[in-house]
């Protein structure tokens, strides 16, 4: 839009006080207050409550992989014409983003596309990835647009979760015809994200931060990890598949 404002960085976003830009500062005020008096129930020690969520599980070990971090409490930010109105609470502090992640693991699915990587979304995934993960009957059918749309229903194991210990239901449900069926599966996912690293040859938070983060001049403090169990060996060097999300910590 012609005369928006973009902040350079953090540290130079502009405030303006909410008249400046046609608001009014006591509704702006109200709405900090609805937002600041109904926090999320879920609790703040986010390893314990993850643990906590899956330990209960059948189809699921109730191990927790990758590293934790407690959340924050209510924080938020109010923009109007890209200034800062209004802000309260720890904007600056670094919290788990949970399913971001698979926003993430998009974005790089799109550039390797754009890169020539993946020649085709429609090309099975068994293709470019040789490491046995797709060379059963069922699973050499998956291509990477079943990957990316959660509807693959690959059958296996992966950094000792079975497929099952995905399911939100909690349901084991039998591998249907990849391409027929949608499953919010993180197991699966990561196996997008293991797939991916196998394209990049490189760690894709790196993919990330160099094509994306640094480009749009994104904060340094972000990372995105993986499971202590999850690395891999990528033409002679130790690397780690990261998660699409914190299901089991990381991401």
Not at 15 to 22: A, H, I, K, Q, V
Not at 187 to 212: C, F, I, M, Q
């Amino acid at each position: 839009m012609s005369g928006s404002y973009y902040p350079t960085s953090w540290d130079d976003w502009e405030t303006r006080r909410p008249e400046e830009l046609g608001l009014d500062s006591a509704m702006v005020d109200e709405a900090i207050h609805y937002a600041s008096d109904h926090e999320t129930p879920f609790a703040r020690d986010l390893a314990r409550r993850i643990a906590t969520s899956v330990a209960g599980k059948k189809c699921d070990d109730g191990e927790v992989l990758g590293p934790t971090r407690p959340r924050g409490g209510v924080n938020g930010l109010v923009l109007k014409d890209g200034y800062i109105v209004a802000e309260w609470g720890e904007t600056r502090r670094v919290d788990m983003t949970f399913s971001v992640s698979k926003s993430y693991l998009s974005t790089c699915a799109g550039l390797a596309l754009d890169d020539g990587l993946i020649r085709d979304v429609h090309d099975p995934v068994g293709l470019y990835v040789k490491e046995g993960h797709f060379d059963s009957p069922h699973n050499s059918k998956i291509t990477w647009h079943h990957l990316l749309q959660q509807t693959n229903e690959w059958d296996g194991t992966l950094w000792d979760k079975h497929y099952s210990a995905g399911n939100t239901d909690d349901v084991l449900l039998e591998p249907k015809e990849p391409g027929t069926y949608y499953e919010y599966n993180d197991v699966r996912v990561n196996l997008t994200a293991l797939s991916l690293l196998n394209v990049w040859r490189r760690p894709l938070p790196r993919v990330l931060k160099e094509r994306v983060m640094d480009p749009i001049g994104a904060s340094s403090t972000w990372r995105w990890h993986g499971y202590r169990n999850s690395w891999v060996v990528m033409d002679g060097l130790r690397v780690q598949s990261v998660s699409g999300g914190g299901h089991w910590g990381g991401g």
